[in-house]
T-cell receptor, first 116, second 110 residues
Framework: DAGVIQSPRHEVTEMGQEVTLRCKPI?????LFWYRQTMMRGLELLIYFNNNVPIDDSGMPEDRFSAKMPNASFSTLKIQPSEPRDSAVYFC??????????????FGPGTRLTVL | EDKVVQSPLSLVVHEGDTVTLNCSYE??????LLWYKQEKKAPTFLFMLTSSGIEKKSGRLSSILDKKELFSILNITATQTGDSAVYLC??????????WGAGTKLIIKP
């Protein structure tokens, strides 16, 4: 299996621009997680999908962030408009099953976002 | 509030040394304790522990959980420069959420 695939790997954009991050989970996995990682705050869960349905988006920082999962093999995280404080590494992870904490989460390579 | 605390925050040792990384947790309805290794990319899964006192082992790495004292340790014996990484610990409770520690940055000097 190719593992979790994310694109782009690096994104540099200017403040105010729209940014779209993409994720393809491991085939057969039912749960998908978007995380953000910064030096200051570590790993933070942004949103969790199960069977393509958003279950918990309480970690989404504000209305500028949105996420979709139109099918089992694709998800997007969009930031519009982007701000410098959004600069971070964004990880997508997937797990088999219903996403309980005993399901191992497998991480993608991440997208390093820099907003100038 | 649920929390996971790792110690030390950073550690520098020489190749061949043995290291012990610590993770203490307070997680509501605790079910699992996970260890991940993060080099300059994605966290990669090492171990999941759900039962006290049962050691999990993979090569030179091993880990054990103490559910009474609410902590776990990760041991690495005969360290190599390739073990240099940030080691993350996460606690899982009754739902899907993992509570992540800040990580221990391990540097192995040749």
């Amino acid at each position: 299996d190719a593992g979790v695939i994310q694109s782009p790997r690096h994104e540099v954009t200017e403040m105010g621009q729209e940014v779209t991050l993409r994720c393809k989970p491991i085939s057969g996995h039912n749960s998908l997680f978007w995380y953000r990682q910064t030096m200051m705050r570590g790993l933070e869960l942004l949103i969790y999908f199960n069977n393509n349905v958003p279950i918990d988006d309480s970690g989404m920082p504000e209305d500028r962030f949105s996420a979709k999962m139109p099918n089992a093999s694709f998800s997007t995280l969009k930031i519009q408009p982007s701000e410098p404080r959004d600069s971070a590494v964004y990880f997508c992870a997937s797990s088999l099953g219903i996403g309980v904490s005993t399901d191992t989460q497998y991480f993608g390579p991440g997208t390093r976002l820099t907003v100038l | 509030e649920d929390k996971v605390v790792q110690s030390p925050l950073s550690l520098v040792v020489h190749e061949g040394d043995t290291v012990t990384l610590n993770c203490s947790y307070e997680v509501t309805n605790f079910r699992s304790l996970l260890w991940y290794k993060q080099e300059k990319k994605a966290p990669t899964f090492l171990f999941m522990l759900t039962s006290s006192g049962i050691e999990k082992k993979s090569g030179r790495l091993s880990s054990i959980l103490d559910k009474k004292e609410l902590f776990s340790i990760l041991n690495i014996t005969a360290t190599q420069t390739g073990d240099s990484a940030v080691y993350l610990c996460a606690g899982g409770g009754g739902n899907y959420q993992l509570i992540w520690g800040a990580g221990t940055k391990l540097i192995i000097k040749p």
